[in-house]
């Protein structure tokens, strides 16, 4: 139990994908502009993530090891994600209509996003079993929403300041993205302070 | 097996599986498509500009091919034309769409409402508003900074002396710039009903009214007096014309002494 919990924190504040591992930060800068922008897209993300790795495990358990094809998982982990995200959209279409319409175009955005694909693959890195890997994938999603959601805030302040003329758009978002992320920084330690691990 | 071999045969077979998989599903959870609706959206406009009431022209496309809603002249942006093409298409009775027109209620040019402030914040109305009402004296003229000239799909606003104007012939009516402009001056008028129009918002009394801007409604009367049609009435200040009252006479422009009262 102890080590579920440590999988959250970890997800969410000390290894948090955005803001410490670097990993989807298109989408973090493309979509962070709008607070339902951005949560709809962190619905979709934590949806695709949780559902990439309960198929994406047991492909590389009993294919990929087993056979001695490790080396493939990159290849195989793209071709099965974009799949799965497919699926998911057409079975969406059908049942969830509301749900699909909300997510609308940031559910087949997220077949490209490698937020995805690096948490399959850190996943299996770090060893861990079926139900570790489920709730690390729900801790990374959760993370990811956590930052786009405070991104959003950060974002709608700097669109009503003044911003000196060459620092407009990108730049200073950036620059904003580099000092949240230096905040999370603060993080570091909780999880062996607390004595999780 | 040869490794290679075993390789291309997985990915492969990975990806023939995904294929199919994808294949049957797509067939087993296909949602029909309604073939009206894309038809009803080809005939719409698509300006998206929510003047029908709906979220865009596909919200309006599906409403009317499903048949909830039978009224087909509820596009302002397409009009009679969009009207009778979708009349047509849908077998129903095209109506005709009433056409207006959005008018900016405010004078307040720098000339006739001096600047109270050198206002140097962030170039939106919404911004400027929240700041002491914007940097003219008037608190209920117009900002000047172009909210609604952003919010219109038809580039039919553009701000001349500090005050929004919109061009009679682009305005489609969809309402957008009313809805964005943070002072609520903004409104629709029939075009078809001419007449009388009191060109400010101002609902302090005529003493503050004045001081604000030259061409306030003080809410003196003096039109309400001199109407022959009964179409004027005064309250909290500032007189309004019922237009479909209004025979056009013109009497109370000439009486107005602010001169806030236009003819159109």
């Not at chain 1, 948490?119 to 890997?133: A, H």
């Not at chain 2, 009207?83 to 307040?108: H, I, M, P, T």
Request: aromatic residues 8%; charged residues 15%.
């Amino acid at each position: 139990m102890k080590f579920y919990f440590a999988l959250l924190l970890m997800g969410l504040l000390t290894q948090n994908f955005v803001l410490a591992k670097f990993l989807g930060i298109c989408p973090f800068l493309g979509v962070s502009k709008k607070l339902d922008t951005s949560a709809g897209m962190s619905a979709a993300v934590v949806l695709v993530m949780v559902l990439a790795t309960a198929v994406t495990w047991p492909i590389n358990e009993f294919l990929l090891e087993k056979y001695d094809l490790a080396y493939l998982q990159t290849i195989v982990f793209i071709l099965v994600i974009a799949a799965l995200v497919q699926l998911i959209e057409i079975v969406m279409k059908k049942y969830l209509k509301p749900l699909y319409k909300a997510l609308g175009i940031y559910l087949p955005l997220i077949t490209t996003n490698c937020a995805v694909l690096g948490v399959v693959i850190l996943n299996v890195d770090n060893g861990y079993n079926y139900p570790q890997s489920l709730v690390n994938s729900f801790a990374a999603g959760l993370g990811f929403g956590l930052a786009m959601i405070m991104f959003a805030g950060v974002r709608g302040r700097i669109e009503h300041n003044d911003i000196p003329k060459f620092l407009e758009g990108l730049p200073i978002t950036l620059i904003a993205a580099a000092l949240v992320s230096l905040s999370f920084l603060g993080f570091t330690g909780i999880i062996e302070g607390m004595g999780l691990m | 097996m040869n490794p290679v071999l075993l390789a291309v045969l997985l990915v492969g077979g990975i990806g023939v599986a995904a294929g199919l998989l994808l294949a049957v599903a797509s067939k087993v959870f296909a949602v029909p498509v309604n073939e009206k609706e894309e038809g009803v959206n080809e005939i719409l406009p698509g300006a998206n500009c929510g003047g029908c009431g709906y979220s865009g022209c596909s919200g309006y496309a599906a409403a009317l091919a499903s048949g909830e809603v039978t009224d087909c002249s509820k596009c302002v942006a397409g009009g009679d034309e969009t009207a009778q093409a979708l009349g047509e298409y849908l077998g129903l009775a095209a109506g005709s769409v009433e056409k207006s027109c959005a008018v900016v209620f405010c004078q307040g040019t720098p000339e006739n409402s001096a600047p109270k402030m050198e206002y140097r914040g962030d170039m939106t109305c919404a911004s400027a508003m929240k700041l002491y009402g914007g940097a003219k004296t008037c608190a209920y003229s117009c900002v000047g900074y172009g909210d609604c000239v952003k919010a219109c799909p038809f580039d039919a606003i553009s701000i001349v002396n500090t005050v929004a104007v919109v061009d009679k012939n682009k305005c489609r009516a969809c309402g957008r710039c009313a809805a964005a402009c943070p002072k609520r001056i903004i409104d629709l008028v029939p075009v078809s009903q001419t007449g009388a129009l009191v060109m400010c918002k101002n609902s302090d009394k005529g003493a503050a009214a004045k001081k604000a801007c030259v061409t306030a409604c003080i809410g003196c009367g003096k039109c309400m007096k001199v109407c022959e049609a009964n179409a004027i009435t005064v309250k909290n200040f500032l007189a309004s014309v019922d237009r479909t009252k209004c025979t056009g006479c013109g009497k109370c422009a000439e009486a107005c002494p602010d001169h806030c009262i236009i003819m159109r």
